[in-house]
């Protein structure tokens, strides 16, 4: 049989590997933090004989990817050098993908995916709808293959 070492439970927590990532994580989040509302259902028209609803009341919570995307696309915002790239001869694809996956945690599981995707979303909220405030074209890349440019203006 097996007897714990700490019967009361009173001493430190073990330094373990998923304690170690879950403060990094946690420590990640609280510099990002934004609470989003959530939205309770609207509720179907029932009779009141039937049984009695309680609404209940709005619960906060922290959306935690929109968090760390949000921390992304503000980084890119505020960013003159990026930005005045992107309007004068634009940014590839996936320079600009880089950028914001760096600005997102390691900890963060699909991170380059989630970075191509979050180009498109941040060219969105920074310029406007694509094909109208910003577009893509192909070119030709430093290395002599075809790349998709990120340029402001309409096509």
């Known amino acids: 049989m097996v007897c714990p070492i700490d019967l009361s439970y009173s001493k430190a927590a073990a330094p373990t590997f998923a304690r170690t990532l879950r403060e990094r994580f946690e420590t990640e989040l609280r510099g990002a ?52 790239r992107i309007q004068a001869d634009g940014v590839p694809w996936g320079e600009l993908k880089g950028y914001l996956a760096d600005r997102l945690p390691e900890t963060l599981d699909g991170r380059d995916n989630l970075a191509f995707q979050l180009v498109a979303k941040a060219m ?10 910003w577009h893509t074209e192909k070119k030709l890349g430093r290395t002599g293959k075809m790349v998709t440019v990120v340029r402001l203006g309409r096509r």
């Open 33 to 84: 933090v934004s609470v989003v509302t959530t939205h309770v259902a609207a509720v179907p028209a029932v009779v009141a004989s039937e049984f009695e609803l309680i609404p209940e009341p709005d619960e906060s919570s922290t959306d935690v990817l929109g968090t760390f995307e949000g921390r992304a696309i503000n980084a890119l915002r505020e960013d003159a050098g990026v930005r005045s």
């Open 124 to 133: 969105n909220e920074i310029y406007g709808k694509q094909n109208e405030a």
